[in-house]
């Protein structure tokens, strides 16, 4: 790559992480602050980086952060002393969410012993 496309490939991973920033912590002015400066920070210190290898690494793990910002990270409000509002965006946070369910004792063993069938304790160890 020349330097001029890898330069362009840093800012366009720049501004998505930021963009990400932007809907990670929408509303939230403290984390919007500190996000940003963290960002602009890590991205200052990397600046005379000139080895195209670690440009590269350094660019797939700013896209990796960007990503975890989209897909894993919620927004948590208080609404008393013990209760908390998760502001979910459905666009964004799309893994499956499955409620908890308390077992009786007999359908906890009967788990548990589907569970030691399925398991590899019963074979050998190749060191063995």
Request: one cysteine or more; glycine letters at 0%; proline letters at 2%.
């Amino acid at each position: 790559m020349s330097s001029n496309e890898v330069r362009k490939k840093v800012l366009t991973t720049f501004k998505l992480v930021h963009r990400a920033r932007l809907l990670c912590f929408k509303n939230d002015n403290q984390m919007l602050s500190a996000a940003k400066h963290q960002i602009n920070e890590e991205f200052k210190k990397n600046k005379t980086v000139s080895d195209p290898v670690v440009v590269q690494k350094l660019i797939t793990f700013a896209q990796d952060v960007e990503h975890e910002l989209l897909t894993q990270v919620v927004q948590a409000e208080r609404v008393n002393e013990t209760k908390f509002k998760l502001n979910l965006d459905p666009e964004r946070h799309t893994l499956e969410n499955i409620p908890y369910a308390e077992l009786d004792d007999e359908t906890y063993k009967k788990w548990k012993e589907e569970k030691k069938k399925r398991s590899k304790k019963n074979e050998k160890c190749c060191c063995d």
